[in-house]
């Protein structure tokens, strides 16, 4: 089911082949939207470049070789050769008729899916998720509910921070509360606290210095880092409990998110521990890595730092000691080789761009990462309060983002008490969560991923603007008439009526969703979903204003005009799915 560009784009390339040559036949019609039609043909001017000729000639040339006639009524030529292209509205009507009778509602299936991982939320075991791996977490789940949507294979990976020398810290404090103890439970409920509880022990300790007998709680820690990694079944078991009630705690945020991550996804720094060692093995190898101040190395070719000397990765410390670098190139060779991942996604906040662009880059010169792989770090912008600073609680310290979340929902609690006290309670509570959460995940997808955004929960939940509520909104209002035909007996007609400016420029938008979509897979880009979707809930409300569907009383028109607005909800509804925002039944 061709989009209006995808159709003219095969005319015109038809057209450039017949006027100028074969080899002009793939070159870009460059077809625009248009404030004077409803789209433009920009291409005379450069193909007057190529053939070396005047642009208003070409573009009378590409006129009289086109033919659009069952698409469009005749271009007219504008300016320096632009060509007005205003469709004919019938052909939009039978457009707009496939597109109701097509399940996935004009998304293109993939000529060969891709098999893609996406890497995203990866929060740190016994510590808060923050507001940025609230972000990590949203903006990831749209993405593969996206790429699912367009019919590629995806493999989720939660690559959380399970493992590193504070678990020997963490490990002694549990030992010392008891694994089954009130202050263990603040794992699952607020793991900050419990960090920051053996964060104080510890550093209490080092302050009064090392006993004799190593007895304090510093050197516990430390040795209990070693006594971890050499694989001691007593420490391994305690870790393991530890990395539990994390996932507790972890998933408690995704259900409460709606996100679509379970422990089948979890893929933590620790599930390479077996694989680190080959990693170094095979690089120093292969002469990709080296020996530098006592430290195994890999320079990847062009990243210098200030000293204009080649920056190093580093990934085996002079102490033996690997890191996240190590960790990160071990699960890129898993991802291409035994997972078969020919893109990957990495969702993870901007600050660490320079760590992806190296570890992509040695990973090319090793060969695991071949150029056939798209390897792709999805930026986070972070999150800030009102002040402009990353957002934090007054007393400083990183703000709990399950009371964020409560937050959000209480106060849409109180928006949907006030708008529908004739709901029954428990309905009120399920739409108070939808708008609370689908208002906080929205604003943070509306935003391009790699700017920052100020949280402001009052814009977040307004029933105008670009905002989830405005398009939950939009879907309830359609479903509030679909009601109401019902109860009158008013069934919509097979195809959506499309006739008038309103209903014209409806149809219209509901025709961009497959490119939309494609294009938001492609690119990793879920804003444009949203501003799509909110100019399509406005087309909606222009044409709703226009165009009264229940109290028309000619009945074609009026199911024509209800089979259009169903379609719009549908719609709707499937790109709130791909940002992971429930649309509620009524508001
Ligand atoms: N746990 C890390 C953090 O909180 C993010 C990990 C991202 N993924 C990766 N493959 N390095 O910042």
Not at 46 to 51: T, W
Not at 72 to 98: H, K, S, V, Y
Not at 128 to 141: A, I, K, N, P, S
Request: some cysteine; hydrophobic content about 45%; overall charge negative.
């Amino acid at each position: 089911m061709p989009a209006p560009e995808i159709a003219l784009t095969q005319r015109f390339q038809s057209a450039f082949a017949a006027a100028f040559g074969p080899e002009f036949a793939d070159a870009d019609p460059i077809i625009r939207p248009s404030q004077f039609a409803d789209f433009q043909c920009n291409a005379a001017m450069g193909l007057a470049k190529r053939l070396a000729r005047k642009p208003r000639d070409i573009a009378a040339e590409i006129l009289a070789a086109v033919d659009l006639s069952d698409i469009a009524e005749t271009p007219e030529i504008a300016g320096p050769g632009f060509l007005n292209i205003r469709l004919r509205t019938d052909w939009i009507a039978a457009q707009a008729a496939d597109l109701s009778a097509d399940s996935r509602l004009g998304v293109p299936s993939p000529e060969s899916p891709d098999t893609v991982v996406v890497d995203y939320s990866a929060p740190n075991v016994a510590k808060e998720m923050h507001v940025g791996h609230l972000r990590t977490t949203v903006v990831g789940d749209s993405i593969v509910r996206t790429l699912e949507k367009l019919g590629h294979t995806v493999i989720r990976q939660n690559h959380i921070g399970d493992w590193g020398t504070p678990f020997g810290m963490l490990i002694e404090h549990l030992l010392e509360v008891g694994e089954d103890s009130a202050e263990a439970d603040l794992l699952k409920s607020d793991p900050n606290a419990f960090y920051q509880a053996a964060r104080a022990k510890f550093d209490a300790a080092e302050a009064a210095g090392a006993a004799e007998d190593g007895s304090d709680f510093a050197s516990r820690a430390r040795k209990r880092v070693s006594t971890l990694q050499s694989g001691d079944a007593e420490s391994l078991r305690i870790w393991t409990n530890l990395v539990e009630l994390s996932k507790q705690y972890f998933h408690r945020i995704y259900d409460m998110l709606d996100v679509t991550l379970t422990d089948e996804h979890l893929a933590g720094e620790s599930s390479y521990n077996d694989l680190l060692e080959a990693v170094c093995e095979d690089l120093e190898a292969a002469g990709i890595a080296r020996i530098s101040d006592g430290a195994l190395c890999v320079f990847p070719e062009g990243f210098l730092g200030r000293d204009e000397q080649p920056l190093p990765l580093i990934i085996r410390k002079s102490d033996g000691g690997y890191g996240y670098a190590t960790t990160d190139l071990a699960a890129i060779r898993h991802r291409t080789t035994t997972l078969g991942a020919n893109r990957i996604a990495y969702v993870v906040g901007a600050a660490q761009e320079l760590h992806f662009q190296m570890v992509f880059s040695a990973a090319g010169e090793a060969g695991w990462l071949p150029g056939d792989v798209q390897a792709q770090h999805v930026k986070i912008g972070s999150v800030l309060g009102e002040d402009g600073k990353i957002l934090r609680t007054r007393s400083g310290s990183s703000l709990r983002l399950m009371a964020l979340l409560e937050e959000a929902v209480n106060t849409a609690r109180t928006v949907i008490e006030e708008l529908r006290p004739d709901l029954p309670e428990a309905e009120r509570e399920q739409i108070a969560h939808d708008i609370g959460i689908g208002g906080v995940k929205y604003a943070d997808l509306s935003t391009a991923h790699d700017s920052d955004y100020t949280f402001d929960l009052d814009r977040m939940l307004a029933l105008t603007g670009n905002t989830a509520p405005y398009l939950q909104y939009a879907v309830a209002r359609i479903r509030s008439i679909s009601r109401k035909a019902e109860a009158q007996g008013i069934t919509a007609a097979a195809a959506p009526r499309v006739e008038n400016d309103a209903e014209r420029a409806l149809a219209l938008a509901l025709l961009e969703f497959g490119p939309t979509l494609t294009a938001v897979g492609a690119e990793f880009e879920p804003h444009r979903l949203c501003a799509y979707l909110f100019s399509l809930a406005q087309a909606f409300t222009a044409f709703y204003e226009a165009s009264p569907i229940l109290k028309e009383s000619v009945e074609e028109i009026r199911a024509g005009r209800l089979a259009l607005a169903q379609l719009c909800e549908r719609v709707l509804v499937e790109g709130l799915d791909a940002l992971g925002v429930n649309a509620p039944e009524q508001m």
